[in-house]
């Protein structure tokens, strides 16, 4: 993995959103909603981005795809600035980099059949004639797991249930054979067994296709089972990386242990609690300190309150943002 | 018309707590609906008890159920954000359902309450005075946990109280839903999709199938031993945070939830059970006990042990 070339590589994006007090007119308050942001994938890995909600995970994704506009900062995409891009490099991009949201129950027009939703990305792009887009929206839907395809054609999303659609977007996302697809908790809205189907068809993706994949979510566990590297990220800073098992295995950064925490633990044996989170917030200092300092136990005087940590290497591929180590 | 639920059993004794499980549409809500009697008009009871203390719900008069709810037995339920009335401070709220119920209760008294159940939920008195939207989504589903206290029952039934909410915010609630239920020592029926989350909080478990449930017993037994290959599908789609990732390239079997017929003739799951044979089909298992504390109905079990 570590031969690879970046696929993607996000540097010092920064994101802030204004938020408008009252009804009427905007107020100065705003949110960093990522706050220098560094992350490089490689191509071929499955890179898993997990936090909590609001720690930009998304929003990240968002500028990725283009749908907002970064503060400052670059996105690159196969060394190529992706912001700004214009006309025929912009549609290169967009063939490129797809999709999958997390509601299956919202992604999908209600009013499109299924056959016309996959078929869309291709008409889009101009890929082919008639015959030869029936055949791929088919060949979509087989590596999707809906099979046979043509009794899915004529389908409309609300004769299927959840894990049917969250396979649509999925062949949505996989007809225009992208190189790097971005799954934005593909399966929080899915029971559990069809969640596990679900990670079982993205490694499938990576198997037979070799699809770069950035995999959002909030489950240490998922990312664990699916991904070669893990990124966690709190209030919009990358805050620990390194391989799934570095990071999970043995984790650092007092968040990622919090995270950790907070899995359900029956089933495994050795679980070790760390006790990283303070019941009690603290209240945020306003210099410029560690994200995590209001809920973190072991923050130190002086020093977590006082200035931002760096991104450190600890050890091969792994980084932690923390000023105990 | 369209059977939602049958051939569910169970009994719950004081101060334990049981968890449903199963895929969304297997039934567990409706049956909470039908322990509280708030079933839709489209609905019927069309067989069975329901014995509160001895009392049947299912017969029992529109009045005498209005009686038993909440002070008796209330719910939390799952969507927090629209639970609560936006436009009252959450004080007021449980202080209607503490009134309500208990109309010769002094002002005095029922703000102690109301003070004493924010402490147990871990809210500041300070937010007494709050409204709903001044609240994150966690500190909604306390207060939500909060009302559900309010009238001391014996009874809660606790539908998805975590779905909507975060690993860190979804582990702090299990807590506090764990902590009040021991310390209070009253009955729980907890629902849930996540059979990971059922087993940290419940003493025992439920599965439930296709409208049945289908095994039953102490959490350990169930968890580690999961007898009907429906459970062991479940436990083993759980991913773990283990030394090694799992396999993701087993083959595992497409489940349609929404499968269950009309009243059904043999087992729920025969159809996409591995190891089904043709009795599976016609005959209807009943309860096999494997222990003391734990019960299947799978025709696999007689046959030859539950592993």
């Known amino acids: ?325 | 018309m369209h059977t939602a639920v049958q051939r569910v059993s169970f009994r719950l004794e004081r101060e334990r707590s049981l968890g449903l499980v199963g895929e969304s549409g297997c039934g567990k809500t409706t049956i909470g609906m039908a322990l509280m009697g708030l079933l839709p008009p489209s609905a019927q009871v069309l067989s069975g008890s329901v014995l509160f203390e001895g009392e049947d719900l299912i017969s029992a008069s529109d009045a005498r159920m209005r009686e038993i709810r909440w002070s008796e037995i209330s719910m939390i339920f799952q969507a927090a954000m629209n639970a609560l009335n936006p436009v009252h401070r959450v004080q007021d709220q449980i202080a209607e359902a503490i009134i309500t119920h208990e109309p010769s209760l002094s002002s005095h008294a029922v703000a102690h309450r109301t003070r004493a159940l924010f402490e147990l939920v871990k809210i500041p008195q300070s937010r007494l005075k709050d409204y709903p939207h001044q609240f994150s989504g966690g500190m909604r589903q306390r207060v939500i946990i909060a009302m559900a206290l309010a009238c001391n029952p014996s009874l809660i039934i606790a539908d998805e109280p975590t779905t909507a909410l975060d690993v860190i915010v979804q582990d702090q609630i299990l807590k506090s839903i764990a902590t009040f239920q021991k310390e209070t020592k009253i009955g729980m029926i907890f629902i849930s999709h996540d059979i990971a989350v059922v087993a940290d909080v419940c003493t025992d478990i439920g599965v439930m199938y296709g409208g049945s449930l289908v095994e039953l017993g102490r959490t350990e037994d169930v968890f580690h031993c999961p007898a009907h290959p429906y459970t062991r599908l479940l436990v083993g789609s759980l991913l773990t945070l283990s030394d090694e990732p799992a396999d993701l390239s087993r083959v595992s079997c497409e489940i349609d939830p929404t499968a269950t017929g009309e009243s059904f003739v043999g087992c729920p799951f025969n159809e996409l059970c591995a190891d089904a044979f043709p009795a599976c089909k016609k005959g209807e298992a009943g309860w096999i006990e494997l222990s003391k504390s734990h019960w299947v109905r799978c025709l696999l079990a007689r046959k030859g042990g539950g592993e």
Do not use: W
């Open chain 1, 1 to 325: 993995m570590k031969t690879a070339a970046p696929l993607l590589v996000m540097s010092d994006v920064i994101k802030i959103y204004r938020v408008s007090e009252s009804l009427f007119g905007k107020s100065d308050r705003s949110v960093r909603a990522l706050d220098h942001l560094s992350i490089t994938i490689n191509a071929g890995e499955i890179y898993g981005l997990v936090g909590e909600s609001g720690s930009g995970k998304t929003t990240a994704s968002r500028l990725i795809v283009g749908l907002e506009e970064a503060d400052s900062g670059h996105i690159r995409f196969e060394g190529q600035d992706v912001v700004g891009l214009r006309g025929k490099r912009r549609k290169a991009f967009t063939k490129n980099v797809q999709i999958i949201f997390q509601d299956p129950y919202q992604s999908l027009n209600a009013h499109l059949s299924i056959f016309e939703t996959v078929c869309e990305p291709l008409v889009i792009h101009g890929e082919g004639d008639r015959q030869s887009r029936l055949k791929k929206v088919c060949e979509a839907l087989s590596t999707a797991g809906l099979s046979p395809p043509e009794a899915y054609l004529g389908r409309y999303p609300h004769q299927l249930s959840g894990g049917q659609r969250q396979r649509v977007a999925i062949a949505r996302a996989m007809v225009l054979e992208p190189r790097f697809l971005i799954a934005d908790e593909p399966t929080s809205m899915l029971d559990t067994s069809i969640s596990f189907q679900i990670f079982q068809l993205l490694n499938q993706l990576r198997v037979s296709f070799g699809v770069t994949m950035l995999f959002i979510t909030h489950s240490l566990a998922a990312a664990r089972n699916l991904c070669d590297r893990v990124g966690v990220i709190y209030r919009g800073r990358l805050v620990e990386e390194g391989t799934a098992s570095q990071t999970i295995m043995e984790p650092h950064h007092p968040y990622t242990k919090a995270l950790l925490d907070a899995h359900p633990h029956f089933g495994s044996s050795k679980h070790r609690r760390y006790n990283t989170l303070k019941m009690t917030e603290r209240t945020v200092p306003s210099a410029d300190h560690c994200p995590f300092y209001p809920r973190c136990r072991s923050a130190m005087k002086n020093v977590c309150d006082s200035s931002v940590p760096v991104f450190k290497k600890i050890g091969d591929d792994h980084h932690v943002a923390c000023f105990l180590f």
